[in-house]
């Protein structure tokens, strides 16, 4: 499936507010309704945060439980991405509990520390990626590798080395958070020469640099993201009207260069995932 490209859509994230921009998705009908029009428009993987009651950043497990129960509910395929790492300075039963409890397909693994905006510790310690990684194996939950930085690789290749995770790895580049590697061209090359050759991978800028490393992951082969977690410009100075909007626009470029974005089902073969929650 050379020609197919897995589009994940991460539509609300850990930061942006209402003020930041009206037509972000913050509490779980909202989510559910979001995703279900980008699965509609084309998305391979719904990449989930949720909220709590005052729309902040949250690990709130009702919260992913009522967001995943609708969307399970209707006719929605696409594949569950659940997010590890939706508030800080939590213990590491709270950043795992929902995923013993829902087994989605995929989950964040994010595979190592850094000084996160330059404020605060994203901790990701050797036991949480330890522990982590074991439930994964445990439910049947395929680990998106996130990479901050390139040392993130070198973790996740010694965590395979001892059988915490297992091959094929699925990395995802994250270029361009304040703390971790810049969102250039050079970096995402470079960080691609360092994978496994076995292993699938994805990329996405965070910002202004969404729209360089879409080109560029597209052109190089690999996987993308779009969605008001990274981005919430459409172009400069415009707001965008909806995560809708970034799916379309991808699925435009990836067919202008000869592509096709991959269904759901395709994108499950692609990744060998197990938890199908349909027949």
Same mark, same amino acid.
């Given at each position: 499936m050379n020609d197919k490209v897995i589009l994940t859509v991460a539509p609300t994230g850990a930061w942006p507010s209402k003020k930041d921009i009206p037509s972000i998705p913050? *509490? =779980? /009908?909202?989510?559910?309704?979001?995703?279900?029009?980008?699965?509609?428009?084309? !998305?391979?993987?719904?990449?989930i945060h949720v909220r709590d009651d005052n729309d902040l950043s949250s690990m709130d497990f009702n919260k992913f439980r009522e967001t995943v129960e609708i969307i399970r509910s209707t006719d929605c395929k696409i594949v569950l991405n659940l997010t590890t790492s939706g508030q800080l300075g939590l213990q590491d039963e709270e950043r795992w509990k929902h995923l013993i409890a829902l087994k989605?397909? &995929?989950a964040s693994y994010d595979c190592g520390t850094m000084n996160?905006?330059?404020t605060s510790v994203f901790e990701n310690s050797?036991?949480?990626?330890?522990?982590?990684?074991?439930? &994964? *194996?445990?439910?049947?939950? /395929? =680990?998106e590798i996130e990479v901050f930085d390139t040392s993130f690789i070198y973790n996740a290749l010694h965590y395979l080395k001892k059988g915490i995770l /297992?091959? =094929?790895?699925?990395? *995802?580049?994250v270029l361009g958070a304040a703390g971790g590697i810049d969102a250039t061209v050079e970096n995402l090359v470079y960080l691609k020469s360092l994978i496994p050759e076995d292993s699938t991978w994805g990329a996405?800028?965070?910002? /202004?640099?969404? &729209? =360089?490393?879409?080109? !560029?992951?597209?052109?190089?082969g690999g996987h993308i993201r779009v969605g008001m977690e990274d981005n919430i410009y459409y172009s400069k100075g415009r707001l965008a009207k909806s995560n809708v909007e970034f799916v379309e626009r991808a699925k435009r470029l990836i067919n202008e260069m000869g592509k096709e974005i991959a269904t759901p089902d395709e994108a499950r073969e692609m990744l060998n995932l197990k938890n199908v929650p349909y027949k």
């Open positions: 913050l *509490q =779980p /009908k909202e989510i559910a309704d979001e995703i279900y029009a980008c699965w509609k428009a084309g !998305a391979s993987i719904a990449h989605p397909e &995929m996160w905006l330059h050797p036991g949480f990626l330890e522990g982590l990684g074991n439930i &994964m *194996q445990d439910n049947n939950i /395929k =680990p /297992k091959a =094929p790895l699925h990395f *995802q580049f996405f800028g965070i910002g /202004k640099g969404h &729209m =360089p490393v879409l080109y !560029a992951t597209i052109a190089l």
